[in-house]
T-cell receptor, first 111, second 114 residues
Framework: SQQGEEDPQALSIQEGENATMNCSYK?????LQWYRQNSGRGLVHLIL?????REKHSGRLRVTLDTSKKSSSLLITASRAADTASYFC???????????FGQGTRLTINP | EAQVTQNPRYLITVTGKKLTVTCSQN?????MSWYRQDPGLGLRQIYY???????DKGDVPEGYKVSRKEKRNFPLILESPSPNQTSLYFC?????????????FGPGTRLTVL
């Protein structure tokens, strides 16, 4: 099965609310990265958290990493219509030049 | 503008007709890689390259070839395309430490093999 699995697969919220997406993985990692993809377009890097970090912020984004549970979460606060996109977590496998992506969470922000 | 470019963006071809998808980056990145994206499967790595003349297989290399003769270019070659290679393909680049840093993605190439 996939190294990175995301939950939920789809999320629909009202503009202004917070959105939380979760990612679980199986093996040891060097870092975990979150990307955004607007429909059928290229992926845009959002944030990278290293295995020795527990929390990281970037603007309205907050990422947490729990290596003991092999899980991460992405929180988007005060959501906007422009945040509508698919969000992917990607784990950089320790000791290998491999970035393994989850299946993504489809986020819809309703005006 | 720092970017990764791919050509063509859209391609419809027939089974067995050799094709090349080009990828070029202008950020002087050592690391480049190719992914394919399929519904329900996320992105899967096809090949990657740590530097010029250094390439290695990813998770799904069967049916694909790559070359890295210049630092900026990393073409993906399908010698004999088959319908199961119909997919959305992305090229990405990064610095010397590869996946230990953020990846910069191209806009994607949508390939249909009939």
């Amino acid at each position: 099965s996939q190294q990175g699995e995301e939950d939920p697969q789809a999320l629909s919220i009202q503009e202004g609310e917070n959105a939380t997406m979760n990612c679980s993985y199986k093996t040891s990692i060097n870092n975990l990265q979150w990307y955004r993809q607007n429909s059928g377009r290229g992926l845009v890097h959002l944030i990278l958290i290293r295995s020795n970090e527990r929390e990281k912020h970037s603007g309205r984004l907050r990422v947490t990493l729990d290596t003991s549970k092999k899980s991460s979460s992405l929180l988007i606060t005060a959501s906007r219509a422009a945040d509508t996109a698919s969000y992917f977590c990607a784990t950089a496998i320790q000791g290998a030049q491999k970035l393994v992506f989850g299946q993504g969470t489809r986020l819809t922000i309703n005006p | 503008e720092a970017q990764v470019t791919q050509n063509p963006r859209y391609l419809i071809t027939v089974t067995g007709k050799k094709l090349t998808v080009t990828c070029s980056q202008n950020m002087n990145h050592e690391y480049m890689s190719w992914y394919r994206q399929d519904p329900g499967l996320g992105l899967r790595q096809i090949y990657y390259s740590m530097n010029v003349e250094v390439t290695d297989k990813g998770d799904v290399p069967e049916g694909y070839k790559v070359s890295r003769k210049e630092k900026r270019n990393f073409p993906l070659i399908l010698e004999s395309p088959s319908p199961n290679q119909t997919s959305l393909y992305f090229c990405a680049s990064s610095w010397r430490t590869g996946t230990y840093n953020e990846q910069f993605f191209g806009p994607g190439t949508r390939l249909t093999v009939l």
